[in-house]
Nanobody, 115 residues
Framework: QVQLVESGGGLVQPGGSLRLSCTISGSIFRISTMGWSRQTQGKERELVTSISSGGSTNYADSVKGRFTISRNIAKTTLYLQMNSLKPEDTAVYYC?????????WGQGTQVTVSS
């Protein structure tokens, strides 16, 4: 079992920045890929970014150059640095971790980009 808890969401003006954190506990030694996804009301959850066990990263085209995923060496904390935020980035952001054979999800944190 793996437990994930997000923090750091909130209200920010367009062009601003936020840093999300995800605290991870449990059977972390089995974790391979980790990442962040987001969901707005009425839409499918979409992958924002991921980081492999080897440190390779992937980003959705919509956030490339603006968002950065990182983690600590122990894999107990996952971060998402979000810069140059746009209103369309407004969503509930979820962190997740793949620990074979299943994916585990946090409860989500709301990010609202509005003036």
């Amino acid at each position: 079992q793996v437990q994930l808890v997000e923090s750091g969401g909130g209200l920010v003006q367009p062009g601003g920045s936020l840093r999300l954190s995800c605290t991870i506990s449990g059977s972390i030694f089995r974790i391979s890929t980790m990442g962040w996804s987001r969901q707005t009301q009425g839409k499918e959850r979409e992958l924002v970014t991921s980081i492999s066990s080897g440190g390779s990263t992937n980003y959705a085209d919509s956030v490339k150059g603006r968002f950065t995923i990182s983690r600590n060496i122990a894999k107990t904390t996952l971060y998402l640095q979000m810069n140059s935020l746009k209103p369309e980035d407004t969503a509930v952001y979820y962190c997740w971790a793949n620990s074979y054979p299943k994916d585990y999800w946090g409860q989500g944190t709301q990010v609202t980009v509005s003036s």
